[in-house]
C-alpha cells in the first residue's frame, strides 16, 4: 500500500508518509534512523512503506525521540483508517452508479420523498438508506425479496432490480399500517361487502377497503407502478398475525384492478406463511408451483361472476352492451368487470365495450 492515497477529493496520508519525510530532512539513511528509534529496518521499512500501523511502542519512541506527544501518532494512524474507509464507501458508491440508473429515482422522490438530487452518489445512499441494504446490488440478489426462476441473475437485470425495489417501498409503507391479529374467518366476511365496492368510486371504497382490511390483519398498501418491476401485486406474511398485501397501479382499468384485488385477497386466504406471492407478467418472477396462482385465479373470476351465473347469461360475440349492462346490475358488479370477462374469455372483441372500461385515477 502507497503512505499516500487520494481518491477525488479525499486524500489519506499514513503516519509512514511523514516518517519518511522526517528521515529525509534528518538527511540520514532508513537504517540509521531505525537505528535510532531503537527499531529494526525492516520493521521501519514497513511502517514508511504503509504495510504496517503504527502500533503504540513506535509511537512512544517517536514521541520520545522527536519531541511530539504519543497521541499525535496514534491519531495519525486513526485519520488514515478513517480516510481509507471513506475512499473504500465512496468508491464502492460510485460503482453502484449502473445499477441506480436502472432504477427510476423520481419515482421514490414523489412517492416516498427521498430528496431530490442530480447527483448519482447522493441517490445511492438515499436508496440505500430507504431499502435498508448496505448495496445497491443486493437487489440483484434472486433470492432477496422476491422469488426469481432464474437463479444466475445479470447485474443488469432491471426487471428482478426494480421488482424488488418496488416490493420493498410496499413493505416500508405497511410498517406504518396498524392491524389487528390476522383472522381468515373476519376477512372471508367481508368479502361480498368488498365485491360490493365495485360499483363505488375510489373516493368512497378505498378508505372503506384499507378499514377492512385493517380489522382483519391485512396491511393494504396501494402504490403506483414503479417502471420495469413488472409488477401487479404481492402478498408476504410478517408474522402469523400480520400479512402485507400490496398492489399498484399498472393498470389503471377498474376490472383489473378488482380481478387482481380478489386474486391476491386469496392468496392470502391460502396463508402459506413461507411463501412470498408476486403477480407478475414476467416468467422469470412467476410461481413456480402454478397451483396456487390458478386457484388465485379462478377464486377471483367466480367470485366476481359466479360461475353458475355465467353459463345462465351465456354470453356470445353477438351480446349487446345494454345486455351486459343489465347482467351486472342483476348480479350486483360493475359493468367494466362483465365486459374484461367476455374480453379475457375471446368471446367480443378488446376494442369492445369502450363506453363501458372503466379507469380508475389513484391518488396517494
Given amino acids: 500500500m502507497n503512505n499516500f492515497l487520494n481518491y477525488k477529493d479525499i486524500m ?12 529525509e530532512e534528518m538527511e540520514i539513511s532508513q537504517t540509521e534512523f531505525a537505528t535510532r528509534l531503537g527499531t ?16 503504540d511502542d513506535l509511537a512512544k519512541k517517536l514521541s520520545a525521540m522527536l519531541g511530539t506527544s504519543i497521541d499525535l501518532w496514534l491519531n495519525l494512524q486513526k485519520e488514515f483508517d478513517k480516510k481509507i474507509i471513506e475512499i473504500e464507501n465512496r468508491r464502492e458508491i460510485d460503482a453502484q452508479e449502473n445499477i441506480a440508473k436502472l432504477i427510476d429515482y423520481s419515482f421514490f422522490v414523489k412517492v416516498a420523498k427521498l430528496p431530490d438530487t442530480r447527483l448519482w452518489s447522493e441517490k445511492v445512499v438515499n436508496l440505500c438508506q430507504f431499502f435498508k441494504i448496505a ?3 443486493i437487489l440483484c440478489n434472486p433470492d432477496f425479496l422476491v422469488s426469481y426462476r432464474t437463479g444466475i441473475v445479470s447485474p443488469n ?24 391479529s390476522f383472522s381468515a374467518e373476519k376477512l372471508k366476511g367481508f368479502l361480498p361487502e368488498i365485491r360490493s365496492m365495485t360499483v363505488q368510486d375510489p373516493e ?9 382490511f385493517s380489522s382483519c390483519g391485512v ?39 378488482w380481478f387482481s384485488l380478489f386474486h391476491e385477497i386469496k392468496h392470502v386466504l ?8 408476486i403477480s407478475s407478467d414476467l416468467e422469470e418472477l412467476k410461481l413456480v408451483d402454478k397451483k396456487f396462482e390458478d386457484d388465485a385465479d379462478l377464486f377471483a373470476q367466480n367470485y ?16 349487446s352492451d345494454s345486455e351486459i349492462i343489465a347482467f351486472a346490475k342483476k348480479i350486483n358488479i360493475h359493468p367494466c368487470i362483465v365486459a374484461g370477462r367476455l374480453q379475457h374469455d375471446n368471446i367480443i372483441a378488446v376494442n369492445r365495450c369502450s363506453q363501458l372500461k372503466l379507469k380508475y385515477q389513484i391518488v396517494l
Wanted: glycine fraction near 4%.
Fill in 135 to 137: 448495496n445497491l446490488s
Fill in 40 to 55: 529494526t529496518d525492516k520493521t521501519l521499512s514497513k511502517l514508511v512503506n504503509a504495510q504496517i500501523s503504527i502500533s
Fill in 270 to 277: 391460502q396463508q402459506k406463511i413461507k411463501t412470498v406471492f
Fill in 12 to 23: 489519506a496520508f499514513h503516519p509512514g508518509y511523514y516518517v519518511a519525510e522526517i528521515i
Fill in 219 to 257: 396491511a393494504f398498501v396501494l402504490l403506483p407502478h414503479l417502471k420495469n418491476s413488472g409488477i401487479n401485486g404481492a402478498v408476504k406474511w410478517i408474522n402469523s398475525d400480520r400479512v402485507v398485501l400490496a398492489m399498484n397501479n399498472r393498470r389503471l382499468y377498474a376490472d383489473t384492478f
Fill in 157 to 180: 437485470d432491471k426487471n428482478l432490480i426494480n421488482a424488488q425495489a418496488w416490493f420493498q417501498t410496499a413493505l416500508n409503507f405497511a410498517k406504518g399500517i396498524e392491524t389487528a
Fill in 304 to 319: 366476481l361472476i359466479p360461475e353458475k351465473e355465467y353459463r345462465l347469461f351465456a354470453p356470445s360475440k353477438y351480446t
Fill in 204 to 212: 368512497t371504497f378505498l378508505p372503506r377497503l384499507r378499514e377492512i
